[in-house]
């Protein structure tokens, strides 16, 4: 499971990281005049993408774990104070999943018996929350953070070797479909959906992004 | 509820429209001597991300219907050619949460009685699906896109009114952070964490963005 959720952080930083610089070079390439230009607004925006999306996954993390504690200590709390009102919600999720009244009374009786577990069956059943692991938040961000930024080196290298825009867009548009297409199909395996339709589809947002960006670009142009 | 998923769409497209394009522009601040190149990046940069944001999550909720309906018609399927592998399932769950042998037969007794009921329980306690609303995929895509696009226009205005990026850039950081605790703060409240902390939050990380993005694009300087 471990490795399955670092691939998974790999593989989500990278394809996005392919697709906006990606099409953000593509778009430059369309109005500018020079390489170094688009390489820096390409370093600018890998900067800013990979700290947003790093950052804000930490964030994100942190604040779902601070969100759990204080609900287990709430569930905790009430199942001191109001034991009979938290058996009733114990009794509802029974009714709802269609036991009958005499079975809601007994399973609310059992699960009652034991703390811990009644706590958990309200966190898990009655909130719908899953322990987050305290840990992954600072991974995941890194992960993803540092795959955003290896995956728009990729769009972005043909412009530190050519002459001109137009020559490292042609070298960038393939390089990049490419590791779109491939990316594409681990992304949807991990997913669990075809790979071929998901290469496909992924490789489809990064063309049709590439090509709205170069298109509005053009219409703004210098 | 939908009123709030429609402001939690425009509050998530409109808070990362504000960062990663005031980022870029920012960056580009520091490196470039035009305001048109910045529009034009800028502009290049809102039409990538809003369309990358947009076109993914409507796949993304495409996939997450495919894959429901998929599952559902799978389990359907089990519950008719397998029912004792499927009861020994629901069993399996009520062992988990607690519930004493004699129950869990019981219970599971119960839950198959009804063919819809007994679908309905796997799909959500076994899978941990919840169906999903399928018109939500098209219209969140559009409402996170637009949201994006209008966010962005935010940090990159100052550029079209004035003479230097680095005039442009004063405006736009004034402008960017406090359209940023704003929407932290509105973002905060839908989420449920501290509004006050949750717009702190949601500022500094476009101001670290922004300032990453000009000191690495000065590094890259023209």
């Known amino acids: 499971m ?17 697709t906006v610089p990606f099409a953000l070079a593509a778009g430059l390439s369309g109005a ?9 607004a390409g370093i600018a925006e890998i900067a800013a993408g990979s700290i ?12 779902e774990l601070d969100h759990y504690n ?3 200590k709430r569930e905790y709390d009430e199942v001191e104070k109001i034991p009979e009102k938290e058996k009733e919600e114990v009794k509802v999720f029974f009714a709802n999943i269609g036991l009958s009244k005499d079975m809601q009374e007994k399973a609310a009786e059992e699960i009652s018996k034991d703390k811990k577990q009644w706590v958990d069956f309200m966190m898990k059943y009655e909130l719908g929350l899953d322990k987050p692991d305290p840990k ?3 991974k995941s961000a890194l992960n993803i ?16 070797f050519t002459d001109t825009p137009v020559q490292a867009l042609k070298i960038s548009v393939v390089l990049t479909l490419l590791c779109l297409f491939i990316f594409g199909f681990f992304k ?3 997913t669990g959906i075809n790979p071929w339709l998901g290469a496909l589809r992924v490789t489809l947002i990064g063309a049709v992004a590439a090509g709205a960006a170069f298109g509005v670009a053009k219409l703004f142009e210098a």
């Open 2 to 18: 471990r490795s399955s959720d670092f691939l998974t952080d790999i593989v989500i930083g990278m394809s996005d990281g392919l």
């Open 32 to 40: 500018v005049a020079s390489n170094s230009i688009i390489v820096i």
């Open 52 to 63: 947003a999306m790093g950052l804000g996954g930490y964030l994100a993390g942190k604040t």
């Open 70 to 72: 204080t609900e287990l």
């Open 136 to 138: 992954r938040a600072t």
């Open 145 to 160: 953070g540092l795959s955003y930024a290896a995956g728009g080196l990729v769009p972005l290298s043909p412009y530190f």
């Open 188 to 190: 949807s395996r991990i």
